[in-house]
C-alpha cells in the first residue's frame, strides 16, 4: 500500500495562488468509487480535478511543506482543484505522506489522481523499449495509459513494470507486448478491449528463443473474442499470476493465461484469481509441449466448453497440470481440467475442482495420463462424469473424485487406479472402462455408485485389488481376462465373467456375492456367494467364510477346501470335476453333475448333509478321517456308473449311507464299520459291486444283529475279499450276510463266542447264494463262557444260506481257543443233516455213529442134476462096422450154495472225545508232584543219618549232619488225563541233633530240628486235545521246609524215627501254548518209622522196616486268562515196607557198613481234583505201588565224622506211574 499521495504540479505556481471554496467548510467527503475520474488526459487537455475532503487551510498547507516557496499553488472551482498553467509548464510532483490506511487527517482518501499536464508518454516513461531497456508506467496523468507498451521488434531483455495504482487501458490492441528475455510485472491495471489483443504479450524470435518472465500480481481485464489476459508465443514462459492478481476475461475463446508457443517448456502460475466469461475460454491454457501449470488460486469459467486448465500440446505434450486451489466451471461442456497432449505429463490436485454445468467433466484426458488427486482434494461434476481418460493412465486418489453421473470413465486405454479416497457416481457407475484395455484399481478408499453399481470394465485385462474400504454398488469386471483381491474392507457384489477370471479373497467381506467367477481362492475374510460360470472353473479355500452357496456351472471345475466355512452347498455342474477336501467344512453338501469326477477327502474338514454325484464315472478317496469329520454327512452316493470309493485310513461309523458304489476299497489301517442298513453295492444299472479290505484294515458290525454287504437289485451278488479283519466282537449277537462270494486272502474273521456248550451265542458270518473260497482265520473272544463239552454240532460262526457253499480251506483259527478246561477246534460241517458248509467251534470230537449191521444174502439153492439118458437097445446088425465107442454124457455137478455173509457186528454207543487244553494235563501234575516232592524230601531215617551206630553222642547239641539228594523221577496219575511228569527232583537237607541222651540199658535218643530245600523241574505230558500223551509243557515247584525229628535207638539197635515238616511250596507251570502263571502252596508232612536189624552171620544183620507219611498239601487257586483253576486240597498217606541187610568191617581207624534194601512203597489215593472255571472237574489221584531198590554205605572215617551215600532205583509195580532213580550222600559230625 503507497505510503504518500503523489501530486503533480507546474513549478511556477505561486504560493497565493491555492484557494479554497465556498463550501469549504462543508465539503463533501470522497468516497472510494469517487476518487478517481477516468477522463483521458493528453497534452494541453483539461487537468484531472482532485476531490479532496473538507479540512483547514493551515492542514492543507502543511500537506505541502515539501514545496519550495517559490512555487504557487491555486484551487479553482468547487471543489477545490489543483489546476496546471495552459501552457506546458514543468511538472515537480508533490508527495504527500498517507498513513497506511491511506487517512488523511482522519478522513478517508480513496486512489490518487496523477494530476499531470500533457505530455509526450503520459505516466509510462517508454512505450517502445528496445533491447536492454525498460518501461514503468506508474500512477502519472494521464493514468491510465491509453497507449500500450510495445517492444521494439527483435528486442531482448526488456523489462516492463506497471506500478501499483498505474494502469494501461486499450483497445483492439495489447497493454504489453514483449519479445525474448524479458520481464513484464503489472502491478497496476491493465484494460483491454476489442477482439485478439491480450492483457500481457510475450512472443519470441529465432534468436532469443523466449524466456520471457510474466508475472501479474494487480489486474487485468480483456473483452473481445480470442483476448487474453497473458499470453505467451515464445519458449520456457515464466507465466504467474501472483497472489492478489486477478485476470477477468469476457469473450469467446478468450484465456485468462495461455501459451502457444511452439517451443513450449514453460510454466504458468496462478496464485491469485482467474475468471473467464464466454464460450470456449479457459483459465489456464497450454497449446505447447512440456508446460506446467499450476493453479494455487482459484480458477472460475463461465461458458460452454469453458475450461479451468486446458493442455493441448499435440506430440510430445508432456504438460504437466498443477491444481492446489479451487477451480469451478459453469457451463455445457465447461470443463475443471482438460489434456489432450500426445504425451500428458503429471496432472496433479491438491485442490478442488468442480464443474457444474451440463456435460461439464471434472477432467478430461484425451491421452494416457498420471493423474493424483490428493488428501482433501475433490474432483466434481454435478451433471456428468468427475473424470473422462479417453486413453487410460494411471490414477491416484486420496481426495474425492464424484460425479454426477459417473465418477471415474476410461475409454481407449490401459488405466491403473489407486485409491485411498472417495470415487462415486451420482446416478451411475463410481469407475467405468469401454474397450479391451488392462484397469487395474487398488482400493482402500470410498467406492460407491448410484445406480447400483459401482464399477464397469470392459473387455480388456481387469484387475480389481481390494485392501481396504468399501464398494458401494455392484464391480462387474465384464468380458475380459479379469482378476479381483480382496484382503480388506468391504464389497457389495462381485461380477466377473471372462474367460478365466480370478477371485483371490483374503480378507474383508463381500456382503452379496462372486459371480461369473473363474478361478477363485479364498484364505481369509467372508462373502455372501461364490459362482462361477467358466469353461475351466478353479476353487481353492483355506480360511475365510462364505455364508452360503458355492456354485459351479458347466465345465470342468477342481475344487479344493483346506480350512474356511461354506455356511451353504457346494454344487457342481456337468463336467470333469476335481474335488478335494482337506479342512474346513461345508455346512449343506455337495452336489456334483454328471461326468468323470474325482473327489478327495484328505486328513481333515466336515461336509454336512448330502454328497452326491450324477452319472458318470465317480473315484473317491477318503484319507484320515473319523467320525469327526465324517459324521455330519448324511449320504455319500457315487449316482449311476461304475464308481470307486476308496477307504484311506479312515475310521467311520454308519456305512449304509454310502450308496451307488461298485467298488468299494478299505485300505491302509482303515476301520469302518456297519449299521443295521449294511452297505448296498451298484446301483440299477451295475446292480452289483466289489468290496476289498486289505491286510491292514477292518470291517466291524457290533450293533447287536444283523447287517449285510448286499448287492443294489435282489437276486445279484456281490464280491468280498478280505485280506485284512472282519471284526464282529461286541455282542455274540454280531451277524453279518454276504449276499454273494466271500473270498479270503489270509483275512480274519473276529467273534464273540460264549464258549460254552453246543448253540452257545456267538457272532457269525453267514454267506448267502455265493461261495465262501480262500483263506481267512476266526479269532474267538471269549464272552464269558466257562468252557463245556460239546456233543453235537458246537458252536456256528460261520453258515451257509440259500445255496451258499464253503470250500474246505476257507476257514481256520487265528489261534487256539479255549475255555475252562477246553480248548475248542474249528470244524467243517456239523453232525446234523444239512451242515457241511457250516462251520463250528466243538470242544470235542464228535462220537463216530455205528456202522449198521450188513444185511445178509439169503444163499443160493443148489440146482439138481439133470439124469444121465438110457441108451436104447442096439438092432440086429448087418456085419456092421465096428462101433465107435460112444461119448459119454457129461456129467452135472452142482453148484456150490454161496455162504451168506455174517452181518457186521454192531457197534456200542459212540461217545464223543472231549478236547481238553493243553493247560490241564498240566495243572492237573501239580497236585502228585508236590507230594512226591515232599516224600523224597522226608525220605528215610538212614537217607537222613547214614546208620543207627552212628548215632552215639550224647548231651546237648552233639552232632549235626546234611544231606544233599536227587533224582530223575516219572510221576503220573491213573486218573483223569492221565498226566505224567518227567524231570528232577532234589533237595538238599541240615540238621542239627539238639540233644542225646543215653540210658544204662542201652537206649538212646536225639532230638534234633532240621531245614531243607528242594525242587522239581520238567516236562508234563498228558491228554490233551483228544490226544494221549500231548507234550502240555513244564512245571517247577520250589520248597522251602523246616522241620523237627526225635530217634529212638534201642538196645540191640532197633529204632524208631519220627518227623514233621511243614513246607511253603512256589509253583510255576508253564504251557506250550505260552501260558504261564505263578501260584504258592504250603504242606506239612509227618513220618513214623521203625526197624529192627537181626544178625546174621558174624559182621552182617538183616533189618525189617516199616514206615507211614502223611502230609497234606494246599496250593492257591489261579488264573490263566482263560479261566480259573482251583486245587483241591485233601490229606493224603504213603506207607513203606522195606528189609535192609547191611554189614561192618573195619579197617584200623574207619569202620564201612554197606548195605542193600528193598522197599515196597504204596501211595494211597487222594482224592486229588482241579477244577476250571468252577465248572468242569478233572481228577488228578495216583494211587500206586512202587518196588525201590538201593545199596548204599556208611562210612565212619574218624571218632568224630562219619559219611554216608546210596544209590537207588524206583519202579511201578501198580497203579499210577511212578519211577526214579538217584542217589543220596550224607555227612555227620560229631561235636
Not at 468509487?33 to 487551510?57: H, T, Y
Not at 449320504?635 to 449311476?640: E, K, L, Q, S, T
Amino acid at each position: 500500500m503507497p505510503r504518500f499521495l503523489h501530486v503533480d504540479v507546474p513549478e511556477k505556481v505561486a504560493d497565493n495562488a491555492v484557494r479554497f471554496g465556498s463550501h469549504a467548510r462543508n465539503p463533501p467527503i470522497v468516497r472510494s468509487d469517487e476518487n478517481v475520474r477516468n477522463d483521458r488526459f493528453a497534452p494541453g487537455a483539461n487537468p484531472c480535478p482532485l476531490w479532496l475532503p473538507a479540512f483547514s487551510k493551515d492542514r492543507f498547507e502543511s500537506l505541502f511543506t515539501r514545496l519550495p516557496k517559490r512555487k504557487t499553488y491555486s484551487t479553482l472551482g468547487n471543489p477545490p482543484t489543483l489546476t496546471a498553467n495552459k501552457e506546458p509548464p514543468k511538472m515537480r510532483r508533490l508527495r504527500l505522506p498517507l498513513s497506511r490506511t491511506r487517512r488523511l487527517s482522519g478522513l478517508t482518501i480513496g486512489v490518487t489522481c496523477l494530476l499531470r499536464v500533457p505530455s509526450a508518454l503520459g505516466s509510462c516513461d517508454n512505450l517502445a523499449p528496445v533491447s536492454g531497456e525498460s518501461a514503468t508506467c506508474d500512477s502519472s496523468l494521464p493514468n491510465p495509459s491509453l497507449t500500450g507498451i510495445a517492444a521494439a521488434a527483435g528486442s531482448t531483455g526488456v523489462t516492463v513494470r506497471i506500478q501499483p495504482g498505474a494502469g494501461i487501458s486499450v483497445s483492439s490492441s495489447n497493454a504489453v507486448f514483449v519479445r525474448d528475455s524479458s520481464t513484464v510485472t503489472n502491478l497496476g491495471t491493465l484494460q483491454v478491449s476489442g477482439d485478439t489483443f491480450d492483457g500481457i504479450t510475450s512472443e519470441g524470435s529465432p534468436a532469443g528463443f523466449g524466456h520471457n518472465t510474466l508475472t501479474n500480481a494487480g489486474a487485468i481485464h480483456t473483452t473481445g473474442v480470442e483476448s487474453e489476459g497473458m499470453y505467451s508465443g515464445s519458449a520456457s514462459v515464466m507465466m504467474v499470476n501472483a497472489v492478489g492478481g486477478a485476470i477477468t476475461t469476457s469473450g469467446a475463446n478468450s484465456a485468462a493465461m495461455l501459451d502457444v508457443s511452439a517451443a513450449g517448456g514453460g510454466k504458468l502460475t496462478n496464485n491469485g484469481t482467474l475468471a473467464t466469461s464466454g464460450d470456449d475460454s479457459y483459465g489456464m491454457l497450454a497449446q505447447t509441449s512440456g508446460d506446467a501449470l499450476v493453479n494455487t488460486g482459484s480458477i472460475t469459467t463461465t461458458g460452454s466448453r469453458a475450461y479451468g486448465l486446458y493442455a493441448n500440446g499435440g506430440a510430445p505434450g508432456n504438460n504437466t497440470l498443477t491444481n492446489h486451489g479451487s477451480i469451478d466451471t459453469y457451463g455445457v461442456n465447461a470443463h475443471g481440467i482438460v489434456s489432450v497432449d500426445a504425451s500428458p505429463g503429471l496432472v496433479t490436485n491438491t485442490g478442488s475442482i468442480a464443474a457444474h454445468g451440463a456435460d461439464a467433466l471434472g477432467a478430461f484426458f484425451g491421452q494416457k495420463v498420471t493423474l493424483v488427486n490428493a488428501a482433501g482434494a475433490r474432483i466434481t461434476s454435478d451433471q456428468s462424469n468427475a473424470i473422462d481418460a479417453n486413453s487410460g493412465g494411471s490414477f491416484t486418489n486420496a481426495g474425492t473424485i464424484s460425479g454426477g453421473n459417473e465418477g471415474v470413465s476410461i475409454v481407449g486405454g490401459n488405466a491403473d487406479i489407486v485409491n485411498s479416497g472417495v470415487i462415486s457416481g451420482g446416478g451411475n457407475l463410481a469407475v467405468s472402462s469401454t474397450g479391451p484395455y488392462a484397469i487395474t484399481i487398488t482400493n482402500t478408499g470410498t467406492i460407491s455408485g448410484g445406480g447400483g453399481v459401482a464399477v464397469w470394465t470392459d473387455t480388456g485385462t481387469n484387475t480389481f485389488k481390494m485392501n481396504g474400504g468399501t464398494v458401494t454398488g455392484l464391480i462387474r469386471q465384464g468380458a475380459g481376462v479379469n482378476t479381483f483381491v480382496m484382503q480388506a474392507g468391504q464389497v457389495d457384489d462381485i461380477d466377473q465373467g471372462g474367460p478365466q477370471p480370478r477371485f483371490t479373497l483374503s480378507g474383508g467381506r463381500v456382503t452379496g456375492g462372486l459371480t461369473n467367477g473363474g478361478v477363485a481362492t479364498i484364505t481369509g475374510g467372508r462373502i455372501g456367494s461364490a459362482g462361477l460360470t467358466a469353461a475351466q472353473n478353479t476353487f481353492a479355500m483355506s480360511g475365510g467364510s462364505i455364508d452360503a452357496n458355492l456354485t459351479a456351472g458347466s465345465g470342468d471345475t477342481s475344487m479344493t477346501l483346506s480350512g474356511g466355512v461354506i455356511g451353504g452347498a457346494v454344487t457342481l455342474g456337468n463336467g470333469t470335476n476335481a474335488m478335494t477336501v482337506s479342512g474346513g467344512s461345508i455346512v449343506q453338501g455337495l452336489a456334483v453333475g454328471d461326468g468323470q469326477n474325482t473327489f478327495k477327502w484328505l486328513d481333515g474338514g466336515v461336509i454336512g448333509g448330502a454328497v452326491t454325484f450324477g452319472a458318470g464315472q465317480a473315484a473317491a478317496t477318503l484319507s484320515n478321517l473319523s467320525d469327526a469329520q465324517l459324521a455330519s454327512t448324511s449320504i455319500f452316493d457315487a449316482g449311476a456308473g461304475r464308481d470307486t470309493l476308496t477307504f484311506n485310513h479312515v475310521d467311520a461309523t454308519g456305512l449304509s449311507r454310502f450308496v451307488n458304489w461298485e467298488s468299494v476299497a478299505v485300505t491302509n489301517a482303515s476301520r469302518l464299520t456297519l449299521d443295521a442298513h449294511g452297505l448296498t453295492l451298484g446301483d440299477a444299472g451295475t446292480r452289483t459291486g466289489t468290496i476289498d479290505i486289505d491286510s491292514t484294515s477292518s470291517l466291524a458290525w457290533n450293533g447287536a444283529g444283523t447287517s449285510a454287504i448286499m448287492a443294489a437289485v435282489a437276486g445279484a451278488r456281490v464280491t468280498m475279499n478280505n485280506a485284512g479283519i472282519i471284526d464282529l466282537t461286541g455282542s455274540t449277537r454280531n451277524t453279518l450276510v454276504v449276499s454273494g462270494d466271500y473270498t479270503g486272502r489270509a483275512g480274519q474273521l473276529l467273534v464273540d463266542t460264549v464258549l460254552g456248550a453246543d448253540a452257545s451265542p456267538s457272532g457269525k458270518l453267514v454267506i448267502a447264494q455265493g461261495t465262501a473260497t480262500g483263506d481267512t482265520s476266526i479269532g474267538v473272544r471269549n464272552a464269558g463262557g466257562a468252557g463245556a463239552q460239546t456233543i453235537a454240532d458246537g458252536i456256528m460262526v460261520v453258515q451257509t444260506l440259500q445255496g451258499a457253499t464253503t470250500a474246505a480251506t476257507a476257514f481256520s483259527l487265528a489261534s487256539p481257543v479255549k475255555a475252562g478246561a477246553y480248548t475248542y477246534y474249528l470244524f467243517r460241517g456239523g453232525v446234523t443233516t444239512g451242515t457241511g458248509d457250516n462251520w463250528y467251534l466243538r470242544s470235542s470230537i464228535p462220537a463216530v455213529p455205528p456202522v449198521p449191521p450188513v444185511t445178509p444174502v439169503p444163499p443160493v439153492t443148489p440146482v439138481t442134476p439133470v439124469p444121465p439118458v438110457a441108451p436104447s437097445e442096439p438092432t440086429t446088425p448087418v456085419e456092421p462096422a465096428a462101433p465107435t465107442e460112444p461119448t459119454p454124457p457129461p456129467s452135472i455137478v452142482p453148484s456150490v450154495p454161496s455162504v451168506p455173509t455174517a452181518p457186521a457186528e454192531p457197534q456200542p454207543p459212540a461217545t464223543t472225545t472231549p478236547l481238553y487244553r493243553i493247560e490241564v494235563p498240566l495243572y492237573a501234575a501239580v497236585p502228585t508232584l508236590t507230594r512226591e516232592l515232599v516224600i523224597d524230601q522226608i525220605g528215610t531215617f538212614h537217607d537222613r543219618h547214614g546208620d543207627q551206630s552212628q548215632l552215639d553222642e550224647t548231651g546237648t547239641l552233639p552232632a549235626t549232619w546234611a544231606r544233599v539228594w536227587g533224582n530223575h523221577a516219572r510221576v503220573g496219575s491213573d486218573t483223569g488225563v492221565d498226566a505224567h511228569f518227567s524231570g528232577f527232583t532234589g533237595g538238599t537237607q541240615i540238621g542239627q541233633d539238639v540233644y542225646a541222651d543215653a540210658t544204662a540199658s542201652g537206649n538212646r535218643n536225639h532230638y534234633g530240628l532240621l531245614l531243607g530245600a528242594a525242587r522239581a523241574s520238567g516236562d508234563v505230558t498228558g491228554f490233551a486235545l483228544g490226544m494221549p500223551s500231548v507234550q502240555a509243557g513244564s512245571v517247577a515247584v520250589d520248597s522251602a521246609s523246616a522241620g523237627a525229628y526225635w530217634t529212638h535207638i534201642g538196645p540191640g539197635g532197633w529204632y524208631a524215627d519220627t518227623i514233621m515238616t511243614g513246607s511253603a511250596l512256589t509253583i510255576k507251570p508253564s504251557s506250550n501254548d505260552g501260558l504261564a502263571v505263578t501260584t504258592h502252596g504250603r504242606s506239612i508232612a509227618g513220618s513214623v518209622e521203625a526197624g529192627l536189624p537181626l544178625a546174621l552171620l558174624a559182621g552182617l544183620s538183616i533189618e525189617p522196616q516199616a514206615q507211614v507219611i502223611w502230609q497234606h498239601v494246599s496250593i492257591n487257586d489261579i488264573n490263566d486268562g482263560i479261566s480259573t483253576v482251583s486245587f483241591s486240597n485233601p490229606s493224603s498217606f504213603a506207607a513203606r515196607l522195606g528189609l535192609r541187610v547191611s554189614g561192618r568191617w573195619q579197617a584200623g581207624r574207619v569202620a564201612l557198613q554197606p548195605y542193600a534194601r528193598v522197599n515196597l512203597w504204596r501211595y494211597f489215593d487222594a482224592s486229588s481234583n482241579v477244577v476250571f472255571g468252577e465248572t468242569t472237574t478233572i481228577p488228578a489221584q495216583s494211587s500206586a505201588t512202587l518196588a525201590d531198590f538201593q545199596t548204599g554205605v556208611a562210612i565212619d572215617v574218624s571218632a568224630r565224622g562219619s559219611l554216608f551215600a546210596n544209590v537207588h532205583y524206583a519202579m511201578n509195580v501198580g497203579g499210577a506211574t511212578r519211577a526214579t532213580i538217584g542217589g543220596d550222600a550224607g555227612v555227620r559230625w560229631r561235636w
